[in-house]
T-cell receptor, first 113, second 110 residues
């Protein structure tokens, strides 16, 4: 059963704390993505990874960094989280670049107090 | 800067009726459009894609594309309560960029 997993599903952090969001996929997809979703703003691309150690900034990379050391895992890191990073974060994977269908994980709801 | 605009922001359709959702790109260099559906509290799932001018039908869902006007539309006939969801349009640009619109919230009233 092909799937994208995200951990944790819910997270509450205080401002200034570090945050690690993890994403896994079992489809051997080359491309993986991190998005955030806020009401009325759709999905905003934070980072895209084309393969291991091949990452590119999306539209809103400021305040975030990523790590991809294995094809099946893609991490999103917030160093010193800010209250405006409260959001729902989605990870996705696809078998190619943008022209291929993206498969989304269940999302992580992050609250920064 | 490229933008994808969806309209209306929200839409209420009676059960059995036709829902029509719109999506327009601000940039002419668009190659492809995706439509995703996201039920409340769930993740987006791909519904349909279109890259050629014209129409594509899959069951109760029809997508139109007019490349000259940079406009795509999604039509759902015989709408069901299970069609109530946020519908997201995404445009893929030939510079290798993907932009999502802000979504249309569709509610089907029994």
């Amino acid at each position: 059963d092909m799937k994208v997993t995200q951990m944790p599903r819910y997270l509450i952090k205080r401002m200034g704390e570090n945050v690690l969001l993890e994403c896994g996929q079992d489809m051997s997809h080359e491309t993986m993505y991190w998005y955030r979703q806020d009401p009325g703003l759709g999905l905003q691309l934070i980072y895209i990874s084309y393969d291991v150690d091949s990452n590119s900034e999306g539209d809103i990379p400021k305040g975030y960094r990523v790590s991809r050391k294995k094809r099946e895992h893609f991490s999103l890191i917030l160093d010193s989280a800010k209250t405006n990073q409260t959001s729902v974060y989605f990870c996705a994977s696809s078998p190619g670049g943008y022209y291929a269908e993206q498969f989304f994980g269940p999302g992580t709801r992050l609250t920064v107090l | 800067q490229q933008k994808v605009q969806q309209s209306p922001e929200s839409l209420i359709v009676p059960e059995g009726g036709m829902a029509s959702l719109n999506c327009t790109s601000s940039d002419r260099n668009v190659d492809y459009f995706w439509w995703y559906r996201q039920h409340s509290g769930k993740s987006p799932k791909m519904l349909m894609s279109i890259f050629s001018n014209g129409e594509k039908e899959e069951g109760r869902f029809t997508v139109h594309l007019n490349k000259a006007s940079l406009h795509t539309s999604l039509h759902i006939r015989d709408s069901q309560p299970s069609d109530s969801a946020l519908y997201l349009c995404a445009a893929i640009y030939n510079q290798g960029k993907l932009i999502f619109g802000q979504g249309t919230k569709l509610s089907i009233k029994p």
